[in-house]
């Protein structure tokens, strides 16, 4: 199974949007990363906590949806 942060970092590349508009997204479902400690957390340099990539996915599928609409 592919890590969600690269498919997170995989649709970052095909939209036309922000690291900071998904850690808007991911914060507003319960991230508790800073922006800064986002930036690693998606580029697996800082390890990942489980309401981290609970959080960070349930973000991705609002992007994925808003791509699809």
């Known amino acids: 199974m592919e890590d969600l942060r690269h498919t997170a970092r995989a649709l970052l590349q095909r939209k036309d949007l922000?690291?900071?508009?998904?850690?808007?997204?991911?914060?507003?479902?319960?991230?508790h990363c800073h922006p800064f400690d986002f930036d690693a957390f998606i580029h697996e340099i800082m390890p990942a906590k489980?309401?981290?990539?609970?959080?960070?996915?349930?973000?991705v599928e609002q992007l994925s949806l808003e791509a699809v609409a």
């Open 18 to 31: 922000g690291l900071i508009d998904l850690w808007v997204l991911y914060w507003n479902h319960g991230g």
């Open 50 to 59: 489980w309401f981290d990539m609970e959080a960070l996915q349930v973000a």
